[in-house]
């Protein structure tokens, strides 16, 4: 039998691509349900192309447009972020890739956890916000979370057959990011057009200047002690500016396994696909001998501080990290609307963490409250930067 996927954030750049892999393996995967927030022209063209089940837009306003589009079709149509989060406990569906944006991907992935659901994990902010209460409710409901950020599926694919020895450290690769090179005086001048030019990978807007502040960096070694059950000191960050070694991991005889690929999406949603099995695709692969030289460094934290943010924010625990997350969610949409500067970004961050209530032991409710909270005290800083 096929299996039935329920895409959340398909008109994203990892939707986009999760769909071209299952357009190339039509005998394996079948589409129960797309979701996208506001990009209603693309997702009425997905859901046109894959008829899936059931197709939903968060974004209440485009709801009229999208049923008119496909009225013509047996597609239910919904609206909505609560339908988001009914949709995915539906019967038929396998596994759910969580593709969406920040923060807004951690409602639905805890339903679709107490749904029994197998977890694509492509939302990093999920674990970053409620790690300890995700991992709880998974084990909870004997539901796996697979690993989609490459970085991730690097280190899960090094830990295939490793299962009884343990891990000394992770060693999570970094591009570096547009400004690896620059001085600390030439990022005070860092425009929004440059911030978005990643030398490396294709990614949407949000997650490119995460990347550009190393921030995106930072969540990902708050995700890995989640995923991996590590200790904040067992994470390391290497700058890899070629971005072909994904990830590592050194045991502890010291050996050091690394997972080498293309800067392409496909293979770690594929695999997350199809694991344990792995498909033959149509990406670009990698040829060993176009790179004489890998390269690696480790990164400058005085010139993007916004990665020891997130180690401290880790080894804080509680809800700190929540706030860390809302906090840049804010930052990051104030740069992107030309409202701060990029150094600014940092500084908005740090305020906000300096000022909101830590809670040692949070609830769900907690993590909520601490949310909104967080993004109204950032967007009142923002007012007096």
């Known amino acids: 039998m096929k299996k039935q996927l329920a895409i959340l954030g398909s008109t994203g750049s990892i939707g986009t691509q999760a769909l071209e892999v299952i357009s190339e393996n039509p005998d394996l995967f079948e589409i129960y349900t797309l979701t996208a927030n506001n990009n209603v022209d693309l997702l009425i063209e997905q859901a046109r192309r894959f008829e899936p089940e059931a197709v939903v837009i968060a974004n209440e306003k485009h709801y009229k447009k999208l049923t008119e589009a496909l009225a013509d079709i047996p597609v239910k149509v919904y609206a909505g972020q609560e339908a988001i989060a009914q949709i995915v406990e539906s019967e038929p569906i396998d596994m759910v890739l969580t593709a969406m944006v920040g923060y807004s991907g951690l409602y639905p992935t805890i339903q679709a956890i107490k749904a029994g659901k197998t977890i694509a994990l492509a939302n990093k902010e999920t674990l970053v916000v409620a790690g300890e209460l995700i991992n709880k409710l998974a084990l909870e409901h004997k539901t796996a ?214 809670i040692k032991n949070p609830t769900y409710e907690d993590y909520v409250n601490t949310d909104k909270e967080s993004r109204i005290q950032a967007k009142e800083l923002i007012k007096n930067l």
């Open 145 to 358: 979370v697979i690993p989609v950020d490459s970085e991730h599926s690097a280190i899960f694919q090094c830990l295939a057959g490793e299962i009884h020895n343990p891990i000394e450290k992770i060693i999570l690769t970094a591009s570096g990011g547009p400004f690896r090179t620059y001085t600390q005086e030439q990022m005070k001048s860092v425009k929004l057009k440059d911030a978005l030019q990643h030398p490396r990978w294709k990614m949407g807007n949000k997650i490119t200047i995460d990347s550009a502040t190393m921030m995106n960096k930072g969540f990902e070694v708050i995700e890995a002690k989640w995923l991996f059950d590590v200790k904040p000191e067992q994470i390391e960050v290497v700058v890899h500016p070629q971005s072909i070694v994904h990830s590592m991991i050194q045991f502890e005889d010291g050996a050091i396994k690394a997972q080498l690929g293309t800067p392409d999406m496909k293979l770690p949603i594929s695999y997350a696909f199809s694991y344990p099995n792995r498909l033959k695709n149509s990406s670009h692969k990698l040829k060993i001998e176009d790179y004489h030289h890998l390269t690696f460094e480790y990164p400058d934290t005085e010139k993007f501080p916004l990665l020891s943010y997130a180690y401290h924010a880790m080894q804080t625990g509680g809800n700190m990290p929540c706030i860390l997350n809302a906090a840049n969610e804010v930052a990051v949409e104030a740069f992107l609307h030309e409202k701060i500067g990029f150094i600014e970004i940092t500084s908005l961050i740090m305020k906000t963490m300096e000022k909101m209530f830590f």
